[in-house]
T-cell receptor, first 109, second 113 residues
Framework: AQRVTQPEKLLSVFKGAPVELKCNYSYSGSPELFWYVQYSRQRLQLLLRHISRESIKGFTADLNKGETSFHLKKPFAQEEDSAMYYCALSATSGSRLTFGEGTQLTVNP | NAGVTQTPKFQVLKTGQSMTLQCAQDMNHEYMSWYRQDPGMGLRLIHYSVGAGITDQGEVPNGYNVSRSTTEDFPLRLLSAAPSQTSVYFC????????????FGSGTRLTVV
């Protein structure tokens, strides 16, 4: 079975502060990890994926297989980063995407 | 290229009514999925499909049916609506979920009274 846990439902930071959204997973095989973002009442958008190692909108995430984590980081938060963030997992050749509970990030001015 | 299109955007049903949520994609994706989004619970997989004619259950399939007669369409049917099915429903498609994740539609907000 595959499971994703995001321990923080709510996270609030000030503009310009660093932000880290935590994601832990459990999966017996080799996982592919993703972060999705959902701005207010909009569709989910892919923010980044582990496999491509890219940085989108200043966000990065490193897969730590030892700690089974895929935390999302940004060194300087912006007000437009306020949104719901979801961590998701798939098997390498899988067809299902399993989501965490989500973290609502608020960046205060 | 419209991506993933869901209709309707909003719907109010009475308990016991049935309805179909429509989902269509124009990207020739093999994989399609239906999720429901509830506060504090994230997105939970209802049903998914790996190609035309092939469907399977997700985490929360009870009360829902799907079919996949074409690559483009993946409708979700509520057989007898219940208040517990009040939620936001998202359809998604992909050509390689493990590598690319899924592309999502804009959602259907359903209220069952």
């Amino acid at each position: 079975a595959q499971r994703v846990t995001q321990p923080e439902k709510l996270l609030s930071v000030f503009k310009g502060a660093p932000v880290e959204l935590k994601c832990n997973y459990s999966y017996s095989g080799s996982p592919e990890l993703f972060w999705y973002v959902q701005y207010s009442r909009q569709r989910l958008q892919l923010l980044l994926r582990h496999i491509s190692r890219e940085s989108i909108k200043g966000f990065t995430a490193d897969l730590n297989k030892g700690e089974t984590s895929f935390h999302l980081k940004k060194p300087f938060a912006q007000e437009e980063d306020s949104a719901m963030y979801y961590c998701a997992l798939s098997a390498t050749s899988g067809s299902r995407l399993t989501f965490g509970e989500g973290t609502q990030l608020t960046v205060n001015p | 290229n419209a991506g993933v299109t869901q209709t309707p955007k909003f719907q109010v049903l009475k308990t016991g009514q049935s309805m179909t949520l429509q989902c269509a994609q124009d990207m020739n994706h093999e994989y399609m999925s239906w999720y429901r989004q509830d506060p504090g619970m994230g997105l939970r997989l209802i049903h998914y499909s790996v190609g035309a004619g092939i469907t399977d259950q997700g985490e929360v399939p009870n009360g829902y049916n799907v079919s996949r007669s074409t690559t483009e369409d993946f409708p979700l049917r509520l057989l007898s609506a219940a208040p517990s099915q009040t939620s936001v429903y998202f359809c998604a498609s992909s050509n390689s979920p493990g590598a690319r994740g899924y592309t999502f539609g804009s959602g259907t907000r359903l209220t069952v009274v």
